[in-house]
Nanobody, 116 residues
Framework: QVQLVESGGGLVQAGGSLRLSCAAS????????MGWFRQAPGKQRELVAV???????NYADSVKGRFTISRDNAKNTVYLQMNSLKPEDTAVYYCHALTPPLHNYWGQGTQVTVSS
């Protein structure tokens, strides 16, 4: 079992920055990858960024060059640095962890609102 707790959401003006944090606990040795998804009202949940246990990263095209995913192994925490935020980034952001064979774990979500 893996537990995920997000923090760092809030309200920011367009062009601003926020940093999301996701603290993981539980069976950390089993985690293959961690990432961030988001879901805007009336839309499907979508992948934002992912980082594997080997440190490889991948980003949605819409956030490339603006968002950076990173992790601190000592703190069992994954971060999402979001710069140059746009109103279309407004969504609930969810932390995600994947363990074998294909178990998905989710955080409770944190609201990010970008005003124009």
């Amino acid at each position: 079992q893996v537990q995920l707790v997000e923090s760092g959401g809030g309200l920011v003006q367009a062009g601003g920055s926020l940093r999301l944090s996701c603290a993981a606990s539980g069976s950390l040795f089993s985690i293959n990858s961690m990432g961030w998804f988001r879901q805007a009202p009336g839309k499907q949940r979508e992948l934002v960024a992912v980082i594997t246990s080997g440190g490889l990263t991948n980003y949605a095209d819409s956030v490339k060059g603006r968002f950076t995913i990173s992790r601190d192994n000592a703190k069992n925490t994954v971060y999402l640095q979001m710069n140059s935020l746009k109103p279309e980034d407004t969504a609930v952001y969810y932390c995600h962890a994947l363990t074998p064979p294909l178990h998905n774990y989710w955080g409770q979500g944190t609201q990010v609102t970008v005003s124009s």
